[in-house]
């Protein structure tokens, strides 16, 4: 399959280090709205959408991660960037690891939230794209972002969770069953093992769909990781709890920084 030009855009100080931010499956570049102001204060932001959200094009699926990773380096090179970061977060952080597996020189650090490095089973995530080509993202919404925030945060914060879910509903159907069919093919395990990369692996405590344990062995398998739980969280971690988060991605990925115990 060709490479598909995203749509992207940069934020923060022109000469300052690039870090790249790549979404959840079903998710826009929105998300990342709660680390704008921190990131931004020292880094040069590009936030990217997937095949399929925001104005990103969505041909016929289905998609693979190296098809999604290969959208994400094309757009590297567009943009004439020889080294970044990367943070993603659920389907961003699978596209970001395998990024940094095909050219790691290119990766300078990377925070993976919420994420495995195999997802079965396999057929749900069949059976969700399935039903979207058939009867559109609504008819998965509930099932879907249930896992997003915690019962306590939808009640605290029902503005945010209907902003999301109504961001969810216009997601095109195709790129969104196209990603769900990249997501059920993820086997990263033994890939992990080859990247090399400066790595914090963050999970939501209360994620049900990636729980912690997922997180926990992921970075195990990488050479050089570090594994946070964060407190109160479920799947969106980062929206939920993001002082915690902020936190923790300032400190990994500031070169300054005091190393990890």
Not at 53 to 71: C, N, Q
Not at 168 to 181: H, L, N, S
Not at 207 to 230: C, I, K, M, N, Y
Request: glycine letters at 8%.
């Amino acid at each position: 399959m060709a490479v598909v030009p995203l749509q992207y855009r940069f934020d923060g100080p022109r000469t300052a280090p690039v870090v790249v931010l790549v979404p959840t499956l079903g998710v826009k570049w929105s998300m990342w709205e709660p680390q704008m102001p921190e990131l931004t204060r020292r880094m040069r932001v590009l936030r990217v959408n997937h095949r399929g959200h925001g104005t990103s094009p969505a041909p016929r699926g289905p998609y693979s991660v190296p098809e999604l990773g290969g959208d994400l380096l094309s757009l590297l090179d567009q943009c004439e960037l020889e080294q970044v970061s990367f943070i993603g977060v659920g389907l961003g952080a699978m596209v970001s690891l395998w990024a940094a597996a095909a050219e790691p020189s290119r990766i300078t650090r990377m925070a993976l939230v919420s994420t495995t490095s195999w997802a079965p089973p396999s057929l749900r995530w069949r059976s969700i794209g399935e039903r979207v080509r058939s009867f559109g993202v609504a008819s998965v919404a509930d099932e879907v972002t249930r896992s997003w925030f915690t019962p306590g945060f939808c009640e605290r914060r029902p503005d945010i969770v209907s902003r999301f879910t109504e961001e969810f509903e216009k997601t095109d159907p195709e790129g969104y069953a196209g990603c769900c069919d990249a997501v059920a093919d993820v086997d990263h395990r033994s890939l992990a093992a080859r990247v090399r990369v400066p790595t914090v692996v963050i999970s939501g405590a209360h994620d049900p769909q990636t729980p912690p344990g997922h997180g926990r062995r992921l970075a195990s398998a990488l050479p050089d990781a570090h594994f946070e739980v964060v407190n109160g969280a479920a799947h969106l971690a980062n929206i939920e709890r993001a002082d915690l988060v902020n936190d923790l991605l300032l400190r990994h990925l500031d070169p300054m920084a005091v190393r990890w115990p």
